[in-house]
């Protein structure tokens, strides 16, 4: 773990001094060396912090607050350089071009020498370069500021044959990825649960991680959770950080007693939490079955996800809702079970809480390990929706991947 981390400096360092030859060749001014001074002063106190944090373990069960923001520092210094380093790449290979014909020419006396020069960097090139840099910066200032808590709904209509008539029309309001240890502003938080609340659903549900690792992050927040409300229940199921696994405790007792407290604020703001179990909902004398199963996920995360016990008491021809955290478990375990589980709710990819969202483009790097991140995900028959998350953790910001407040119509046909 600490050889990545200075791994992952020594590429910082080296993407830092490439973009300075940039720096250097588009302000060459009487005042340029306190820009160049500015450079050098912000990254080395950011880079010898983390490293400071990385080698001494503070990262090791998730940043502290503080450390977070630190990190939105390190990627408002590192992000514009990535983007600016493929322009300067591209003048540079070309530059090896001219040099290598030159020596060629050189060895051929084919010229004369003293009349041969070597491209130096274009000023034109470099302060274009920085203007790229310019829309990640921003970028990053306004996904700290406002993006974390720029809620967005996502409104999705999906038709199924064999949906029960009384279902027709049936809409669920999903939230998923709280993160409430995240959360720094109350005011927006309550403007999110208002807005959750005006989808006037018939149902609400959660699909985990209601919290970074302690239980205890939910003490200033439940008055706000219990406000949600649904006219046939709020349920909701585990992510992977709700079991305190991230944390160094003094003991398993200590642990369990977080799992326990943690358990109990899911009742205390009227979540029925379904624990590889299952509950009918019903609707003038018909019903859906829902599903909850615990955290299951791939790349070392915690499969104590049953679905097989989750679902053993659901008949094949009932319709089927299951709310599953981790998206893989999907494609892995729901997809090829032998019952037909017609529609799966999950989260726990934030979306990168990075991306771009357009119309006609929808692009994040978490879809390089995600097949399924973001939206609805239609295969043999079985959907998936991926809520992008409600909360942030890590880098306390979004920048093109917004909070998301799903509402799932149901549709007959």
């Known amino acids: ?77 590192l992000a514009p350089k990535i983007v600016a380093s493929p322009f300067l790449l591209i003048e540079d290979i070309f530059r090896l071009l001219h040099g290598g014909y030159l020596g060629i020419q050189k060895i051929r006396n084919t010229v004369d020498s003293e009349s041969l020069t070597f491209w130096s960097r274009r000023k034109f090139v470099s302060q274009l370069a920085l203007g790229a840099a310019a829309i990640p910066f921003v970028g990053t200032i306004y996904g700290v500021i406002k993006g974390k808590y720029d809620y967005r709904v996502h409104k999705v209509k999906i038709a199924f044959k064999d949906l029960p008539d009384a279902f027709h029309g049936f809409k669920i309001t999903q939230l998923s990825d709280i993160h409430s240890g995240s959360f720094d502003d109350p005011i927006a938080v309550q403007r999110g649960i208002d807005l959750a609340n005006a989808q006037n659903s018939d149902m609400i549900v959660f699909t985990g991680d209601l919290v970074n690792n302690l239980a205890t992050e939910m003490d ?20 992977n950080h709700d079991y305190g696994d991230y944390v160094q405790w003094p003991n398993e007792e200590a642990k369990q007693r977080n799992f326990d ?42 499969k104590h996800g049953d679905l097989d016990k989750a ?92 909070p998301e407040i799903t509402v799932i119509e149901l549709i007959k046909g």
Request: zero cysteines; charged letters at 15%; aromatic letters at 14%.
């Open 220 to 239: 200033n927040w439940i008055g706000h959770f219990s406000e949600l409300t649904a006219p046939l229940g709020k349920f909701s199921i585990l992510g």
């Open 1 to 77: 773990m600490i050889f990545r981390f200075l791994i992952f400096i020594a590429i910082w360092l080296v993407i830092d001094l490439y973009v300075f030859q940039a720096v250097k060749t588009a302000f060459t001014g009487p005042k340029s060396q306190y820009i160049y001074l500015a450079y050098w002063l912000i990254d080395g106190l950011m880079i010898l912090t983390l490293i400071y944090l990385g080698v001494s373990g503070k990262f090791a069960s998730g940043p502290p607050k503080g450390g977070s923001y630190l990190m939105a520092l390190a990627i408002l210094s």
């Open 261 to 302: 407290a943690l358990k109990n604020v899911h009742q205390q703001i009227g979540f029925r939490l379904l624990l590889n179990e299952s509950v009918f909902i019903e609707k003038d004398g018909e019903k859906i079955a829902l599903i909850g199963v615990e955290n299951w996920g791939k790349r070392g995360f915690v």
């Open 311 to 402: 679902i053993a008491n659901i008949d094949d021809k009932e319709f089927k809702i299951l709310l599953s955290h981790d998206p893989s478990h999907w494609e892995e375990k729901t997809v090829p079970h032998q019952k037909h589980i017609h529609l799966t709710m999950a989260g726990h990819t934030h979306g990168m809480q990075f991306g771009i969202e357009i119309p006609g483009i929808k692009w994040s790097p978490v879809k390089y390990i995600y097949k399924q991140w973001a939206g609805l995900y239609e295969k043999a028959g079985k959907h998936i929706y991926v809520n992008r998350g409600f909360g942030f953790i890590g880098f306390p910001g979004r920048v093109g991947i917004l």
